[in-house]
């Protein structure tokens, strides 16, 4: 039963990724977001360059986005020699009806807000269990830290009524250290009715690099559904 219901995700998350390729024209330097739905959107991409020998260029938000871009075709470029960007595609965790989202189980949501915030257009590629009527719900949010502020940055963020918890690696005893070299705290916050303020909160706290939750951010949702793909736009 659950490899079956894993298919079906997989199948939704691909034909998401493939609608939100066809915003991609030839020239275009695209961000490229990380996560197994952002890593459709680059596979389809790299198709799209090898089928109709576009020229595109593609800055990643993580190592991982790197090399699949580089195995699928995509020439890689750096926000020093493109600091605005036509589009950027990438995953999310969570995503409300007014399309804010919650992202960075992935571990790389600072560079992901980064390149989203310099894109004419971001759009979110997602299987349609990340819709959710309030963010927050049965769903931490992930805070990138400093290390050395990491203990004080519980603190304070316990004092808000928030429960934070160290992530840990896989396969070793230890924090998940970013691409950045930070530490993420996973913070269960509860259901969260003001998503633009509490992030503005938490980024007061000094220590806090950057937050997952991205209010206002997506242009375009396509949320992949058992047979086709949602299109979401902003209101």
Excluded at 5 to 17: F, V
Excluded at 172 to 178: D, F, M, Q
Aim: contains cysteine; glycine residues 8%; positive net charge.
């Amino acid at each position: 039963m659950k490899a079956k219901s894993s298919s079906w995700i997989e199948k939704a998350k691909k034909k998401a990724a493939s609608e939100a390729v066809k915003h991609v024209k030839d020239g275009y330097i695209v961000g490229l977001g990380s996560g197994s739905t952002a890593a459709y959107a680059i596979k389809e991409m790299g198709r799209k360059i090898l089928q109709k020998k576009w020229q595109i260029l593609g800055v990643p938000t993580s190592y991982q986005a790197m090399q699949l871009a580089t195995e699928n075709g995509i020439k890689i470029t750096t926000l020093q020699e493109y600091p605005q960007l036509d589009l950027t595609i990438d995953g999310a965790d969570q995503i409300d009806e007014k399309l804010n989202l919650i992202k960075g189980m992935g571990g790389a949501l600072t560079r992901e807000k980064i390149v989203a915030s310099v894109s004419k257009q971001v759009v979110i590629v997602a299987d349609e269990s990340k819709l959710v009527k309030t963010l927050g719900m049965n769903h931490s949010v992930p805070i990138e830290v400093l290390p050395f502020a990491t203990s004080a940055v519980t603190l304070r963020i316990r004092k808000t009524k928030g429960k934070p918890c160290l992530r840990e690696t896989s396969g070793k005893v230890g924090p998940l250290v970013t691409d950045n070299g930070n530490f993420i705290l996973d913070v269960d916050f509860g259901p969260i009715d003001a998503p633009r303020r509490l992030d503005s909160q938490l980024k007061y706290i000094p220590g806090v690099v950057e937050t997952g939750i991205f209010a206002g951010m997506a242009d375009i949702v396509y949320l992949g559904t058992k047979y086709n793909a949602q299109k979401l736009r902003k209101r």
